[in-house]
């Protein structure tokens, strides 16, 4: 038994990956993912969106892929990492190999008339073609140069290419730099920390999600909402991390619920979480756990590992 069958639960409520069923959108992202929806449609051209490590922007882009490759009329090629590629060559090449375009020639200029021919089929086939690179503060100034050369390859009435970046806040000065690439961007969001209510919210929702029954008695307290608000600082990934663990540390004490004091306790000792003085203290304090409910906090499978 897994540690979440311990509350009721049929799944791993706070898991780690970007789970599309348990994106919860607050208004921050739902405006993001819907007016990124709309620039698509739209064929607007360039989308970036902006935020610091842990704010969702994985999950938004898990999940608008997860949307869109349900639509039979769009080509999508993914850049998860322009670090990967050393070259601009490289770079050219790992994304004409994303739309499975056969590159004629070895310089960037072949490269791009490569990509420019298969862009004005995708048109007259009437094919959208979007171009997702993730990690985008990885982009220096030469790879942005090519992505706005694509940008210049359009009709007179729409876009050739869509063009969605997602970024650490580093991107924006790079961009405010790029005046000619400044001005394309056709649709741009900054995600911003969660507010009280939504992670209240962020957290109901995993927790439904992975089968918590409405009417059953709430497994969080509210001052251990606050306590994972204000120590995550509004964070969804450190949220989602504090979450876990104090399940799973209510597990060990046989518990069925978690409330201030023991989501301060979790938190505190955190290594990279808690002062030093915190974590001391706790260690001298902490209940010792024993092998039944160690093994209740992980699957079999995981143990044998």
């Known amino acids: 038994m897994t540690y979440y069958h311990h509350f009721g639960l049929a799944r791993e409520p706070f898991g780690t990956t970007p789970d599309p069923e348990m994106f919860y959108k607050t208004l921050g992202h739902e405006d993001c993912y819907e007016r990124l929806k709309l620039a698509i449609h739209l064929q607007r051209g360039l989308a970036v969106i902006i935020g ?20 039979d009329t769009s080509e999508i090629g993914i850049i998860n990492n322009p670090r990967d590629c050393r070259t601009d060559v490289q770079f050219l090449r790992a994304i004409l190999g994303q739309f499975g375009v056969i590159a004629s020639g070895r310089s960037g200029l072949d490269l791009t008339t490569d990509f420019l021919r298969y862009l004005e089929a995708m048109h007259l086939a009437r094919r959208r073609v979007l171009l997702v690179i993730d990690e985008g503060q990885n982009l220096d100034g030469s790879r942005l140069e090519i992505l706005r050369a694509f940008l210049s390859f359009e009709t007179p009435t729409e876009k050739l290419i869509n063009i969605v970046i997602f970024a650490q806040p580093e991107l924006e000065e790079k961009i405010v730099r790029k005046r000619n690439l400044a001005q394309r961007v056709g649709m741009d969001h900054k995600l911003n920390p969660l507010n009280r ?80 003085d915190e974590r001391a203290e706790l260690v001298q304090t902490r209940m010792p756990i024993g092998p039944a409910t160690m093994a209740m906090a992980w699957p079999r499978q995981e143990r044998q590992a």
Not at 52 to 71: F, H, N, P, S, W
Not at 227 to 256: K, Q
């Open 52 to 71: 610091d490590v842990g704010y969702g922007k994985t999950t938004i882009k898990v999940a608008l892929l997860q949307e869109l490759q349900r639509d």
């Open 197 to 276: 209510r939504d992670t209240a919210g962020l957290i109901a929702h995993r927790l439904a999600i992975a089968g918590r029954s409405a009417t059953a008695p709430p497994i969080f307290a509210d001052d251990a909402i606050d306590v994972i608000h204000e120590r995550s600082r509004g964070i969804p990934r450190a949220i989602t991390n504090f979450c876990a663990d104090c399940l799973v540390e209510a597990v060990f004490l046989g518990r069925g619920d978690v409330d201030g004091a023991l989501a301060t306790d979790v938190i505190s000792r955190r290594v990279f979480t808690g002062t030093a």
